[in-house]
């Protein structure tokens, strides 16, 4: 019985790399793009909130984090399940960027506006503080993720993009500290990264090994 589930599993994950490999990558950027498309048709319209800026932002917000978690299981999910997503990544993590810009450009634009005001808020406010850390460290990311970069920088580019799990983290600790009150969410975002990160340390150590 055992053996014949595993000879399913294998089939299975064997035929969905094999659609995962016929998917364009343009479908990608525009299959994560309508979300965005539907989150401010709906604050436009009044049915995404009474507070629809702050509802806004925080779909945003919370939706780029969800990308960057997808992001980070990449690896895992092909070196312990078989499950090859790797052509995305660079997609999912450019729109990863897409939304924490427009996080970051409805609270500048639309929810405080007042330069004095967005200043006082980055400096005295903790949890604006580490979010904007968290946007200002994914744009070297963003701006390096194309083959042109990969060529110049070399092995410089490699350390560069690890800064994604300590910019996860930040992320995951903006949400905590954003939040009113105790909300079990963005402990369990916090709890996936951390251990995402385990698992990545983990795969080091087995390629040292290798060695």
């Known amino acids: 019985m055992m053996v014949w589930i595993l000879e399913a599993s ?16 343009w479908s990608i950027y525009l299959m994560l793009m309508l979300p965005s498309f539907y989150y401010f048709y709906i604050a436009v319209t009044g049915t995404l909130s009474i507070e629809p800026i702050k509802a806004l932002e925080h779909k945003l917000g919370e939706f780029g984090l969800k990308l960057i ?38 609270w500048l634009l639309l929810d405080v506006q007042v330069m004095s005001l967005i200043v006082k808020d980055i400096v005295k406010r903790p949890y604006i503080t580490i979010g904007m850390l968290a946007f200002l460290a994914m744009t070297p990311l963003a701006l390096s993720s194309n083959n042109y970069a990969v060529r110049k920088l070399g092995r ?55 060695d």
């Open 156 to 210: 410089v580019w490699q350390k560069l993009h690890k800064l994604v799990y300590g910019i996860a983290v930040l992320g995951a600790v903006h949400f905590i500290m954003l939040v009113k009150g105790f909300q079990l969410e963005p402990f369990i975002y916090l709890t996936i990264i951390l251990s995402l990160l385990v698992l990545r340390i983990k795969l080091k150590k087995i390629y040292v090994r290798s």
């Open 69 to 106: 978690i997808f992001v980070l299981a990449i690896t895992p999910l092909r070196r312990y399940l078989g499950f090859n997503l790797f052509r995305f990544r660079r997609a999912v993590g450019l729109m990863t960027y897409y939304y924490i810009s427009l996080h970051f450009l409805v």
């Open 10 to 25: 294998i089939n299975m994950l064997s035929i969905l790399n094999n659609i995962v490999r016929k998917v364009p990558i």
